[in-house]
T-cell receptor, first 112, second 114 residues
């Protein structure tokens, strides 16, 4: 079945470090891909998305590129801040489908 | 302000005592979902609704019921809660943009069943 796999956390970085959180997917068709962020005590918020191969989603300094050849959608940020500490979820959704599949989440800690 | 609200935010109950978690959205979205979040498992979809009076099972529907009598409301009902339903629950509503659906999530309801 369709699935999303992301790297296990927690990931601990110092402020201004480079961030990569890996995400790969399996799908029977061509899904849209998403990154959601969950801050402590809150619900998930959409961070960025890409709807087709080679699309790059970006927001708040975060980027991810839809790589069909490697079935990946890795999240990157060039310089993290303490305020980026949160749990990050990779997700996929088939076009026209009603189901969103989430990865297990990766917790990020950023130290000052 | 566009939002999804859930009530209660925290609930401790006992096995077998029926409960309802309410969910309401003010964005006129047609599509709504319920998820549960458990450590190491991410979010798993319980039920979803494509519109009023149209609902369907997600991945983990056992032990749950839903209804969609109005567009804005999508309550989650646990007729006879059990300890394995202790979890963090999220309601979400969706709209279509760029040929896909973006979801707005509520703040979550933390349920403990003893």
């Amino acid at each position: 079945g369709d699935s999303v796999t992301q790297m296990e956390g927690p990931v601990t970085l110092s402020e201004e470090a480079f961030l990569t959180i890996n995400c790969t997917y399996t799908a029977t068709g061509y899904p849209s891909l998403f990154w959601y962020v969950q801050y402590p005590g809150e619900g998930l918020q959409l961070l960025l998305k890409a709807t087709k191969a080679d699309d790059k989603g970006s927001n708040k300094g975060f980027e991810a590129t839809y790589r069909k050849e490697t079935t990946s959608f890795h999240l990157e940020k060039g310089s993290v801040q303490v305020s980026d500490s949160a749990v990050y979820f990779c997700a996929s959704r088939l076009s026209g489908g009603f189901k969103t599949i989430f990865g297990a989440g990766t917790r990020l800690f950023v130290k000052a | 302000e566009a939002q999804v609200t859930q009530n209660p935010r925290y609930l401790i109950t006992v096995t077998g005592k029926k409960l309802t978690v309410t969910c309401s959205q003010n964005m006129n979205h047609e599509y709504m979902s319920w998820y549960r979040q458990d450590p190491g498992l991410g979010l798993r979809q319980i039920y979803y609704s494509m519109n009023v009076e149209v609902t369907d099972k997600g991945d983990v529907p056992e032990g749950y019921k839903v209804s969609r009598k109005e567009k804005r409301n999508f309550p989650l009902i646990l007729e006879s809660p059990s300890p394995n339903q202790t979890s963090l629950y999220f309601c979400a509503s969706s709209f279509k943009r760029d040929n896909t659906y973006e979801q707005y999530f509520g703040p979550g309801t933390r349920l403990t069943v003893t």
